[in-house]
C-alpha cells in the first residue's frame, strides 16, 4: 500500500532524529574537543600567574599533512582520468574527462573544496562533498526608451517570463513627427517601459558540507553512502534562496522550519565562533532574508509500496514537502583518515594527537613557569621572633635597578635559588614527539624540520622517509576512492541525466564543445585517480630516465612496435606536470588532437613503375609532337596572312596606279583639245605652223609613252609574283617571276610588326 505524506513524515522524523543523535552526541563531542585543540582553546583549569600555553600538536599535524595530500588531487588538471574499458569507449573517456574536470576546477573552484573537504576530515573525522543541479531564476530589470506597441508585442512574445513593471507614455521622435507631417496621419504612440525578466540558468554544482550539516543514519556501517539507509543535508536558507532553488513557499513556511528539531548541532555554534546563535531571533525587515531550516534528504523506503525499498529523495521545510522524487544515486561522499571497519566515522588525526597535545602542553608551562621563576627569583626576608620583618618591605616590593633596600639586620634578605629544570623535560618531549609521528604515520623528515638529519644515515633517511611515504599514500587512496572517485562519477551522472547544453571550454590552446546527452546510458568506463605523493625531484629523474629509454629504442629496429607519439607525449606532459605547468599544452602538441595520418602505402612492383614510365615517356613524345604540330600549323596560318596582306596592298597598288594613269591620260587628252581649240584650221588644207605642229607631236609623244608605261605597268602588275622570305620565315618581301632579285619590293611594317606597305 502506497504511504501517506503522514507516514512518510512520521518516518522521516524518526530517522532524522538518530541521525542528529549520531551527529550531534557521538560525533559532535569528539569534534568539538578536536576544533577547540587545532584552535588551541585553553583547557579551563589555567592558574593566574602561572603560564597559559597551549602547544600546537594538532594543528601542526593537521596543516603538515594538508598540502601533500591536497597537491595530489590539484597539481593537474586532470588528476581524475576516465579510461574505457574497450576501444570503442576511448574518444568518449576522453570527452569525459575533460568536461568533469572542468565543470569541477573551472566552474565550481575545486582547489576550495578539496581543501576544505580534507581538512574537515583531517581535523573533524569526516569530510564531504555535496554535488547536483541547480536551476537558478535570477530577475533582472532593464528599461527601454521610446518603444512603441508592435516592438513591445514582439518582445513579451519571444521572452515568456518577462513582465512590464513599470509603463510611460513618451514623446514621439522627430521622424515620427515628419511622418506625421507628410501622411497627415498622427504620430505612433511610443512608450518608456521597465520590463523585469526571469533568467533561469541550469548548471552542476559542487560544495564541501560541514560535517554538522551532514546527517548519517547510526546504522550505517561504511564511509561510502550508496547504501546508507538515510542521509541528510540540513542547512539554513533565506526564503529568497529557496524560491530561487525553484520551490514555491510563503513566510509562514520559513518560519515554522526555524522550531526544527533535528537540524544543527551545539559543534555548530563553536564552529560558527558562537555567531550561532542569534540567528534564529533575528528578525529582519525584509521577510525574503528571512531563515529556516532546508532538509535534503535521501532516503531508502517503500513508498509506493511494492515491498521493495527504492531511493528517494525528499526535500522540505519542517513538515512542508517541497519535492518527493526518485534518484538513481546519493549526491554526497565522504571521507576519514584513519578507517574504522564496519563504520561510518573513523578517526581523524586530531583524535590521534591531541593526548599528545595535552602532555606537551602540561610539560610546555611547567618548563615556562619553572623559567619565569629562575629568571624572577623569590626573595627570603628574616623576621623578629615577633614575625616582624627585618627589612623594609616597601623597598622589596619596589625593586628597580640602582635601588636601595633597607635592613636591620646583616643578611636578613637574600634569594631563593630555583634551580633550572627544563633542561630535564627535554628526552620526555622528544619521547612524545617520536611516538606521536609513529601514532600518525608522519615524521619531521617529511616536514623537513629535522635539525640532526645531516647526521642521519642515507638509508636510515630513506627507509623512515618510504615509511611515511606509504602512510600518506595510503591516507591519499582513501581520499581518491572514497571522495573523489564517487564525486566524479556522480558528476557525470548529473551531467547526463538533466537537459545540459553544450559545455564549452579551453582546451590544449583551442576551445571546444561537447554535448553531455551523446554520453547517455554510456557508464561502462572506471576512474584512474593519479597518485604522486613522492618527490617531484625524484618522479623527474625517473620520467627523464624514461625519456632517454624511449629516445634509445626510437634508434632501435623495435621502435615501430615499443614506441608511438602518444607515448612520448605522455612522458613529457607528465615531465611539465611534474615542474608544476598544469597545461603542458603550452609546451607539447597532443598527437590526439591533430588530424588522423595518412596511411602508408605499400611499395609499387617494379613491373608497374617500368610499364608507368614507358607510358609516361610515350604521353610525353605524343604531347610533343603535337606542339610541333601545332607551332607548325600556327607559322602557316601566319604565312598566308602575311601573303594575304601583301596581295591587298599589291591590288590596292595597282588600283592607285590605274586611277593615277588614267588622271594622266585625260589630262593629256584635255591638253590635245586645247592645242586643236587653239588652231582651228588644222584641219584644212593649210599647213601649219611650226610650233603648233610641233606641239602637237609631243603630246602625242607623251601620250604614247604613257601608253606603253601603263601597258608595260599592267602586265607588271599581272605578272605572277612571290613572296621573299628571310631564313627566319619571315615576309621581307615581293619579287615579280622574271625579274632580277635586286628590283624586288620590300615590305613596310608598323611598331608593332604588321605589314602596312610596299617600298
Known amino acids: 500500500m502506497r504511504m501517506t505524506e503522514s507516514d512518510l513524515l512520521s518516518f522521516l522524523d524518526s530517522e532524522a532524529s538518530a541521525a542528529y543523535k549520531f551527529t550531534d552526541g557521538e560525533l559532535g563531542s569528539d569534534r568539538d574537543k578536536a576544533l577547540r585543540a587545532y584552535m588551541r582553546t585553553p583547557y579551563g583549569n589555567e592558574m593566574e600567574g602561572r603560564s597559559s600555553a597551549v602547544s600546537s600538536d594538532v594543528f601542526d599535524a593537521v596543516e603538515g599533512m594538508l598540502p601533500d595530500l591536497l597537491e595530489v588531487f590539484t597539481a593537474s588538471d586532470k588528476a581524475v582520468v576516465f579510461e574505457p574499458i574497450g576501444p570503442e569507449d576511448v574518444e568518449m573517456a576522453e570527452q569525459v574527462t575533460d568536461a568533469c574536470n572542468y565543470v569541477f576546477y573551472k566552474k565550481n573552484n575545486g582547489f576550495l573544496i578539496l581543501y576544505t573537504a580534507i581538512k574537515d576530515g583531517l581535523m573533524l573525522k569526516t569530510g564531504g562533498i555535496k554535488w547536483y543541479y541547480e536551476t537558478v531564476k535570477t530577475p533582472t530589470v532593464s528599461r527601454y526608451v521610446g518603444v512603441d506597441e508592435m516592438q513591445i508585442a514582439l518582445f513579451m512574445q519571444e521572452n515568456k517570463t518577462a513582465e512590464i513593471v513599470q509603463r510611460e507614455l513618451a514623446d514621439p521622435t522627430p521622424e515620427d513627427l515628419r511622418q506625421a507631417q507628410m501622411t497627415g496621419l498622427p504620430p505612433p504612440q511610443r512608450y518608456t517601459l521597465k520590463i523585469r525578466t526571469i533568467e533561469e540558468i541550469g548548471t552542476v554544482k559542487v560544495c564541501a558540507l560541514p560535517p554538522d550539516e551532514l546527517h548519517v543514519s547510526r546504522k550505517h556501517n561504511s564511509i561510502t553512502l550508496d547504501n546508507c539507509p538515510y542521509v541528510a543535508h540540513v542547512t539554513k536558507r533565506t526564503l529568497s534562496e529557496v524560491r530561487q532553488m525553484g520551490y514555491t513557499v510563503s513566510i509562514d513556511d520559513i518560519n515554522a522550519a526555524k522550531n526544527d528539531n533535528y537540524t544543527l548541532s551545539e559543534f555548530a ?18 521577510e525574503t532574508m ?10 531508502l523506503v517503500d513508498y509506493d509500496g511494492d515491498g521493495i525499498a527504492e531511493r528517494r529523495r525528499i526535500v522540505r521545510l519542517g513538515d512542508v514537502i517541497l519535492e518527493n522524487s526518485e534518484c538513481t544515486h546519493v549526491p554526497i561522499a565522504a571521507w576519514t583518515p584513519y578507517i574504522l571497519t564496519h563504520q561510518f566515522a573513523g578517526m581523524s588525526v586530531a583524535d590521534l594527537v591531541e593526548d599528545f597535545q595535552r602532555i606537551h602542553t602540561e610539560i610546555l608551562r611547567q618548563q615556562l613557569d619553572n623559567l619565569y621563576l629562575a629568571n624572577n627569583q623569590e626573595t627570603i626576608v628574616q623576621t623578629d621572633p615577633q614575625g616582624n620583618p627585618l ?21 636578613a634578605v637574600r634569594p631563593y635559588q630555583v634551580q633550572w629544570q627544563g633542561i630535564q623535560a627535554m628526552p620526555m618531549i622528544e619521547q612524545l614527539s617520536v611516538e606521536k609521528e609513529n601514532r600518525t604515520g608522519y615524521t619531521r623528515y617529511s616536514q623537513g624540520m629535522d635539525a640532526d638529519s645531516l647526521n642521519k644515515t642515507a638509508r636510515g633517511m630513506t ?38 547544453e553544450d559545455i564549452s571550454f579551453r582546451l590544449n590552446g583551442k576551445f571546444v564543445s561537447i554535448n553531455p546527452q551523446e554520453w547517455r546510458d554510456q557508464y561502462d568506463m572506471t576512474i584512474n585517480v593519479g597518485l604522486g605523493t613522492g618527490d617531484d625531484v625524484q618522479k623527474s629523474q625517473m620520467l627523464v ?12 629496429p623495435y621502435a615501430e612496435r615499443l ?34 595520418a595518412q596511411p602508408k602505402q605499400a611499395p609499387p612492383d617494379p613491373k608497374i613503375l617500368l610499364e608507368q614510365a614507358k607510358l609516361q615517356n610515350d604521353v610525353h613524345k605524343t604531347q610533343a609532337e603535337m606542339q610541333i604540330e601545332q607551332q607548325q600549323g600556327a607559322m602557316e596560318l601566319e604565312f598566308k596572312r602575311q601573303e594575304a596582306e601583301l596581295n591587298r596592298q599589291n591590288e590596292m597598288a595597282m ?15 584635255l591638253l590635245m583639245e586645247q592645242t586643236r581649240g587653239m588652231n582651228p584650221a588644222s584641219s584644212s588644207s593649210e599647213p601649219d605652223n611650226d610650233d603648233s605642229n610641233e606641239q602637237s607631236s609631243n603630246v602625242k609623244i607623251m601620250l604614247e609613252q604613257m601608253q606603253n608605261t601603263m ?36 615590305v613596310i611594317r608598323d611598331n608593332q610588326g604588321n605589314i602596312v606597305g610596299l617600298q
Open 391 to 411: 627589612a623594609n618591605i616597601d623597598d622589596l616590593l619596589n625593586r628597580r635597578p640602582g635601588g636601595v633596600i633597607r635592613e636591620r639586620v646583616s643578611g
Open 269 to 286: 555554534n563553536e564552529r560558527q565562533g558562537g555567531r550561532f546563535g542569534w540567528w534564529n531571533d533575528d528578525n529582519p525587515s525584509d
Open 563 to 596: 614506441l608511438n607519439p602518444k607515448k612520448i607525449y605522455n612522458v613529457q606532459a607528465r615531465l611539465a606536470e611534474t615542474a608544476g605547468f598544469k597545461n603542458p599544452g603550452e609546451f607539447w602538441v597532443d598527437p590526439d588532437s591533430l588530424p588522423p
Open 545 to 556: 630516465q624514461i625519456a632517454q629509454a624511449q629516445a634509445a629504442v626510437a634508434q632501435s
Open 463 to 500: 627507509m623512515i622517509m618510504n615509511a611515511s611515504a606509504k602512510r600518506m599514500k595510503l591516507m591519499a587512496r582513501i581520499i581518491a576512492e572514497a571522495l573523489v572517485a564517487p564525486m566524479f562519477k556522480g558528476i557525470f551522472k548529473t551531467l547526463t541525466e538533466f537537459g545540459m
Open 290 to 299: 528571512q531563515m529556516g531550516f532546508l532538509r535534503d534528504e535521501y532516503v
Open 711 to 746: 601597258t608595260t605597268l599592267a602586265e607588271s602588275i599581272a605578272a605572277p609574283k612571290v613572296v621573299v622570305r628571310d631564313d627566319n620565315g619571315t615576309v621581307v618581301g615581293i619579287q615579280t617571276l622574271g625579274e632580277d632579285v635586286s628590283v624586288q619590293k620590300s
Open 655 to 669: 588600283m592607285q596606279l590605274k586611277i593615277e594613269s588614267e588622271e594622266r591620260i585625260r589630262a593629256a587628252e
